[in-house]
């Protein structure tokens, strides 16, 4: 959209986050800028979109674009270093023309089901370039493995180049992701917040890695050997050893925390990322994520990658939450898959609430033709898909 040109939209709901919903309010763009967000009648609209939800663009804080191919071909089990062995086997046997071919396709499905900034995770950072070409913000995190001090410093040395090489891209940002405890030297998680970018790393995310942590045992001992990376000496005490040494100035995401405590001492600049289906899908018990949450600890969502999700649909992930935890506020549940993941990711100065000044991100989600006095209810309630994308001002998809 030309910056001299204003459009003000207007919807049954105006749901902009951080402040209470607006019935029949404004959202006013120029350019590529949310310049206004009001309530009905303090302005003319341009456009009303009708019986829907107009939000914030959808985050996605934590997935894995390299491995789209991999839907429907190897499905969470109980076993997670089998199915750890058969994402592996995919990595290796995949080219790189192939490789960025699915990064493409994740991309494609991230924008159809509404995210416009996402935390993706990437074997020598590979998604970059395709990232920088697509309409949607991204934090892309190089992906570093290595237990013992060889293969760390390798991998500290692989780091640097990939940060040295990188094309600046106005909607992208770097990052590091030391992979996991069981994976990576447990000093690499200090390392990696030196570089001064975000990091994330994935963390408690099953049993099996507090039974290597705690007690040097388990199916990751086998699973280790295998690859020829055992090295005990390398491994972090638990996961409470790992939120210590990653306390720091940089924001720090940690993925799944799927067996944390509820009493972890989460850091000050970390973030749990919760991905509801995945989560299900390995059987895990019940998430701590309101635990955290009622302690004040910023929860973001994610869909993981599609080696464990059967889709990279953001709002699919909030809708999950909703029917499980009915009870749970629509607005916490919206923060979740808006703002909070733009936080995480040190993008909220420019996206993840409507607030005038920031970047024209909205999306619209059709509602039910119900009354709620709570439009977080109808927009959950609804199985209703994404309908319109919009990106720094223009539209990506047909939106009335």
């Not at 993925?255 to 973030?271: D, F, K, V, W």
Request: charged fraction near 20%; include cysteine; aromatic fraction near 6%.
């Amino acid at each position: 959209m030309p910056t001299d040109q204003q459009l003000t939209l207007t919807a049954r709901w105006v749901l902009p986050v951080g402040v209470p919903p607006l019935e029949g309010g404004t959202v006013t763009v120029a350019g590529d800028t949310i310049v206004a967000v009001e309530p009905r009648g303090a302005r003319a609209a341009d456009v009303d979109l009708g019986n829907v939800a107009l939000l914030p663009g959808l985050v996605n804080a934590h997935t894995h674009l390299d491995l789209s191919g991999l839907r429907g071909q190897c499905p969470p089990s109980p076993d997670f270093t089998g199915w750890l062995r058969r994402v592996i086997a995919h990595r290796r046997g995949t080219t790189p023309e192939q490789t960025q071919a699915d990064v493409r396709a994740g991309i494609a499905e991230c924008l159809r089901y509404g995210t416009t900034l996402v935390g993706d995770i990437a074997s020598g950072g590979a998604s970059w370039d395709a990232l920088a070409q697509a309409p949607l913000r991204a934090v892309v995190f190089h992906e570093l493995l290595g237990l013992s001090r060889e293969r760390a410093e390798v991998a500290c040395l692989g780091m640097g180049r990939w940060l040295g090489e990188l094309r600046p891209s106005p909607n992208l940002r770097p990052g590091a992701s030391p992979h996991a405890p069981y994976s990576v030297r447990s000093s690499l998680f200090f390392t990696a917040t030196s570089w001064g970018v975000p990091v994330t790393t994935h963390l408690a995310e099953t049993a099996a890695e507090l039974e290597l942590l705690l007690h040097r045992r388990g199916p990751f001992v086998a699973f280790l050997r295998e690859m020829g990376v055992w090295d005990p000496e390398g491994l972090a005490e638990d996961p409470e050893h790992v939120l210590r040494l990653t306390n720091a100035r940089v924001p720090v995401l940690y993925a799944h925390g799927n067996y944390l405590r509820a009493e972890a001492s989460i850091p000050a600049n970390g973030t749990i990322v919760y991905c509801p289906r995945t989560h299900a899908a390995f059987g895990h018990p019940p998430h701590p994520f309101r635990d955290f949450l009622a302690r004040g600890v910023r929860v973001a969502l994610g869909t993981d990658g599609l080696a464990s999700n059967p889709d990279l649909d953001l709002l699919a992930e909030a809708h999950f939450i909703h029917r499980k935890y009915p009870d749970f506020p629509g607005a916490g549940l919206l923060r979740m898959a808006t703002l909070a993941g733009a936080e995480a990711l040190g993008w909220d100065g420019a996206t993840g609430s409507l607030t005038p000044g920031k970047s024209a991100d909205l999306v619209t989600v059709p509602l039910p033709d119900e009354d709620d006095v709570d439009p977080h209810r109808l927009l959950f309630g609804s199985a209703a898909p994404v309908r319109g994308v919009m990106f720094r001002g223009d539209w990506l998809s047909p939106h009335l």
